[in-house]
């Protein structure tokens, strides 16, 4: 069972601890998007650039399948 997440914030926490602990268990968890008050895909890094940036917290918090 694969756990969809989102992560609401793109700071040193979550760049340097949360995400990479999560994407090193891929058959577990799969990271949809991350919530940022004011998105900048353009500070994004390559390594998490199949993640959906956004600014829009309804979105992230929808339930799809990704």
Known sequence: MVINCA????G???????????LNRKDSWHVAHIFRRHAKPEE???????????????????RSRC
């Open 44 to 62: 994004q890094a390559p390594i998490y650039s199949h993640i959906h940036l956004t600014s829009d917290l309804g979105r992230s918090t929808k």
């Open 7 to 10: 992560f609401i914030g793109f």
């Open 12 to 22: 040193k926490s979550t760049t340097r601890y949360h995400l990479p602990y999560v």
